[in-house]
């Protein structure tokens, strides 16, 4: 066979694995072969092309991380074999875990690190091992464990387990092929819990020092805590639910779950007769459209009457946009926001004085002034909402007690297993694939071109100011992929094995065949996940 790595072709013979085949530089962690994440160990069986993975890499950090966790979760059972470990959610570039059945000490943590770099140091092998429905299904009833469990849930033939000496666990996706990978990680105790902890995309050669998340961290466990005391952990038993015709029940729980805390929202605001100004920011597909529509309500309810104003009518001139590395205009940048004239037109209105806001022209890259007045009633609030709406640098003629800022994200708590956690970044990705294909007839291609952009724009003007909101919303809904997933999957797969998103389209897919499909019929109109499958009243 044929095989190009590095602009070079190789002949190559039928049977060997990549591992065998090639000189594997020593931070490779895995392969794309032929667009596809692929094992150090995948036996090459067709022509193609072949190009290597490192940490630094996207798929190569999932992969990493994926990797910690297993030798993290040996580790501990290892030291102690009846610990019930949950691995929670991120927080920044650590993984917050809990033991259910035991306190975490000081001793504890000390005592799972020197295991950990034991394991590391004798570079152990990892091997997936894989067997058949029945066999697993026999498996998982003689351990008795819900370890693995959602396998046997979905009808696959092969079953596969990752084994590493005695120890056995199932974690979704590539693994690296021995322990001795894990050069960059730490474990801390932190609250309740610990973190695991792993280099960051941008300084992947170094632990950065740990920032508190203590307001996210607070969302999180809000959902996380009232999902457990539902039984709704897992995706095992989110389709359990399911398949009992309990999607009603779902669908009526996580509206009232939203109702009110958007409620909670607009008491606090009506409860300080200081705030003048209401700032919305968050990453993409959040649902700020429908928050910002239901917390109007909400306002009104409460006797305040919100009036908005568009960050976007207040760009600089063309001329003036900043630009990006490439030299390509850099509309996300701060700089690109008037923000003089924008704070000018902020201070007149909450002294009682009338403006006239301009409308951008977005072709012609201008201002222009059409006539729109605005002046604030006694009753009236403003609401902005934009990526730079957390920070100060947008408002910093406005008094801080004026401002309520609010941040809202899709901030997933359901896990997959008690091992393996759904990224919020994967949810929020798969809204805005189906958002993209409804209202703007984009495909999923498109929408994974652009999603890197996207993200670094998100690092790097949104996440930095989330703990200096008043308040956080989660937008999550807990059904939510199983009612995407039948939108999204015909999407994913029109991605061919000929583009460099084939990998990330199939590990999308994969991720959604673990839910059981749910009619999104009886979910009404004012609901959040109608934003992004079509029928919203705030449209």
């Not at 692929?38 to 090459?44: D, E, F, R, T």
């Not at 900043?322 to 700089?335: A, K, M, T, V, W």
């Not at 008037?338 to 002294?351: F, I, M, P, Y």
Request: net charge negative; aromatic share 10%; charged share 30%.
């Amino acid at each position: 066979m044929k095989i190009k790595l590095q602009e070079q072709e190789f002949e190559v013979c039928d049977g060997k694995s990549i591992l065998e085949t090639f000189n594997i530089p020593k931070d490779v962690i895995a392969a794309r072969y032929n667009n596809e994440i692929a094992s150090l160990k995948h036996i090459i069986d067709k022509d193609g092309e072949i190009s290597f993975i490192n940490r630094k890499d996207r798929d190569g950090r999932i992969i990493y991380i994926r990797g910690l966790l297993y030798i993290m979760s040996k580790a501990l059972i290892e030291c102690y074999p009846k610990a019930m470990l949950t691995v929670n959610y991120q927080l920044s570039n650590s993984m917050f875990c809990t033991i259910d059945n035991m306190n975490i000490t000081d001793e504890l943590i000390k005592n799972v690190k020197k295991r950990m770099q034991e394991i590391i140091d004798k570079n152990i092998e990892i091997v997936k091992y894989s067997m058949t429905q029945e066999q697993a299904d026999e498996f998982y009833e003689k351990e008795r464990t819900l370890r693995g469990i959602l396998q046997t849930d979905i009808d696959k033939e092969k079953v596969s387990l990752y084994y590493c000496e005695s120890y056995y666990n199932y974690f979704y996706g590539t693994m690296p092929i021995s322990t001795g990978f894990a050069t960059i990680y730490d474990l801390e105790k932190y609250k309740e819990g610990f973190l695991l902890k792993y280099p960051s995309i941008i300084e992947p050669d170094k632990i950065q020092s740990s920032k508190e998340s203590l307001k996210l961290k607070s969302a999180l466990d809000e959902y996380r805590i009232i999902n457990k005391n539902l039984g709704l952990v897992t995706v095992h038993h989110l389709n359990k639910k399911i398949k009992e015709g309990k999607q009603k029940e779902l669908i009526l729980f996580s509206e009232a779950l939203h109702e009110k805390k958007i409620a909670e929202i607009a008491d606090m605001i009506k409860g300080n007769p200081k705030v003048k100004m209401i700032l919305i920011a968050g990453p993409s597909s959040s649902g700020k459209t429908t928050f910002a529509g239901k917390l109007a309500m909400a306002l009104r309810v409460n006797g305040i009457k919100p009036v908005t104003i568009s960050v976007d009518n207040y760009f600089v001139e063309r001329s003036n946009t900043p630009q990006d590395e490439l030299g390509n205009y850099d509309f996300e940048h701060i700089d690109a926001i008037d923000t003089e004239l924008l704070n000018k037109h902020l201070v007149a209105l909450l002294n009682g004085e009338e403006i006239e806001i301009p409308s951008f022209d977005f072709t012609m890259g201008t201002k222009r002034y059409l006539g729109n007045k605005l002046k604030l009633k006694d009753d009236e609030i403003i609401i902005m909402e934009g990526i730079h709406c957390l920070n100060d640098n947008l408002t910093p003629l406005i008094p801080k007690e004026e401002k309520f800022k609010v941040y809202i994200s899709d901030l997933t708590v359901l896990n997959i297993d008690y091992y393996n956690r759904i990224s919020t970044t994967d949810t929020r990705l798969i809204r805005r694939i189906v958002r993209d294909n409804k209202f703007r007839n984009y495909k999923a291609l498109h929408t994974l071109k652009m999603w890197y952009s996207v993200n670094r724009g998100e690092q790097r003007n949104i996440f930095p100011y989330q703990e200096d909101a008043d308040v956080m919303f989660n937008s999550s809904i807990i059904y939510e992929l199983a009612v995407f997933k039948d939108y999204a999957i015909p999407l994913l797969e029109e991605i061919g094995p000929e583009n460099p998103e084939y990998s990330e389209a199939r590990r999308l897919i994969t991720l959604l065949k673990y839910f059981e499909s749910m009619d999104g019929t009886q979910i009404p109109n004012n609901s959040l996940i109608k934003e992004f499958i079509g029928g919203s009243i705030f449209e």
